[in-house]
């Protein structure tokens, strides 16, 4: 039911995306460029702004504070918290890109005070949101050298069979597989995907490598329990659990529809191509202005997938420069894309596309 780390994974640096090579120009050409010279194409805006890291960090940093602060008013009636509770979901959602980005090296990089600092922050931010960073990152990691192949893809991901795989699944593995693509697993994933998956059943498979989940369950309920005795357990529901109930939940949903959409194509493991996977079977999703801040940019998949070392704010240039990546498929947060995300169950080789389970 979750999407944690299984066994020993491969470090991303031996994905295909960090092989090293010179950059070449981005300029459009006729035939579009895949393989190692799209990637190489992608350097360049992999290239981190001190600056910008710095300003992103602390006016992220400070929004989420302050709506947690309001989220917690001591004075304030519950359901006059309830805005600043969303507002802190929202401001959360964003904290998390930015630790996605410094587990993937594409923020704070160096030895300077100002980016040990910024990994620091970052990392005690993983533990507030139930997500040890050894555990994201050895997931993560693994997911990106194998998304989309058929077989193997469901570390750090949600899993997928085909309809002749999901034939000969036992019931209890039919049952399973259709719990964790329920859209119940999605909407409480801070039980499901975090609490558990992240947490406990990494903890309970390796208590001493994964001992940062043992420090983040303790924080957990520690931040639980001090802001009840201090401002009433209101406080601790809009102001602790509300918001990371409400973050976790739309993090596992922006994650689903990801690499759950009506045009992805998904690959045999033998015929894989990384640069294929990452610009047909990773989307854009469709937001405004507004949203595209709150989620980091995480809705250019597409791109991230092609050089998960590009700071998210570089994705929308390198989108709007590189030819190849400007037809992604596309989804949204639009009420029926949710609704026909959710109904692709099982992906059909034969059809080339995803399909519910009257398939099977």
Same mark, same amino acid.
């Given at each position: ?47 981190? @702004? ?5 300003? =992103?960090?602390? @006016? ?81 990691? &693994? ?13 750090? =991901? ?23 693509? =329920? ?87 033998? =015929? ?7 610009? +047909?079977? @990773? ?29 998210? &704010? ?6 709007? +420069?590189?030819? +190849? ?36």
């Amino acid at each position: 039911m979750s999407i944690a780390a299984e066994a020993s994974v491969v470090p991303f640096e031996n994905a295909p995306v960090e092989s090293a090579a010179a950059a070449p120009s981005s300029a459009p050409s006729s035939t579009p460029r895949e393989g190692k010279v799209l990637i190489d194409a992608s350097r360049p805006y992999a290239a981190e @702004s001190p600056a910008r890291t710095v300003w =992103s960090v602390v @006016s992220t940093y400070t929004a989420w504070v302050l709506a947690l602060a309001a989220a917690m008013a001591l004075h304030a009636p519950w359901w006059q918290r309830l805005p600043f509770m969303v507002l802190a979901s929202l401001v959360s959602v964003r904290v998390f890109i930015l630790f996605h980005d410094v587990m993937h090296n594409a923020l704070c990089r160096g030895p300077a005070l100002w980016a040990r600092a910024c990994r620091a922050l970052i990392w005690t931010f993983g533990l507030w949101i139930l997500t040890p960073p050894r555990v994201w990152k050895e997931s993560h990691n &693994y997911h990106h050298a194998n998304t989309a192949k058929i077989v193997g893809s469901h570390i750090g =991901s949600f899993m997928m069979l085909t309809p002749a795989m999901y034939r000969k699944a036992t019931p209890a593995q039919q049952r399973m597989y259709r719990i964790i693509r =329920s859209p119940l697993n999605v909407l409480f994933g801070y039980f499901t995907v975090f609490l558990w998956g992240m947490c406990l059943r990494s903890l309970l498979k390796s208590p001493t490598k994964y001992w940062e989940c043992a420090l983040t369950l303790v924080l957990h309920v520690a931040q639980i329990v001090v802001v009840s005795k201090l401002f009433g357990f209101g406080a601790a529901l809009t102001g602790v659990v509300g918001p990371i109930a409400i973050a976790t939940g739309m993090g596992a949903y922006l994650f689903y529809a990801q690499h759950n959409f009506p045009d992805i194509f998904v690959q045999p493991r033998e =015929s894989w191509s990384y640069t294929r996977a990452a610009t +047909e079977s @990773s989307s854009f999703m469709e937001m405004s202005p507004l949203m595209h801040w709150f989620t980091g940019n995480i809705g250019y998949h597409h791109v991230h997938h092609l050089n998960s070392q590009i700071p998210f &704010y570089n994705l929308p240039t390198a989108m709007a +420069e590189l030819p +190849e990546l400007q037809h992604p498929g596309r989804t949204s947060l639009r009420p029926r894309d949710i609704a026909a995300a959710f109904r692709l169950k099982l992906w059909d080789p034969d059809q080339g596309r995803m399909v519910g389970y009257d398939a099977a």
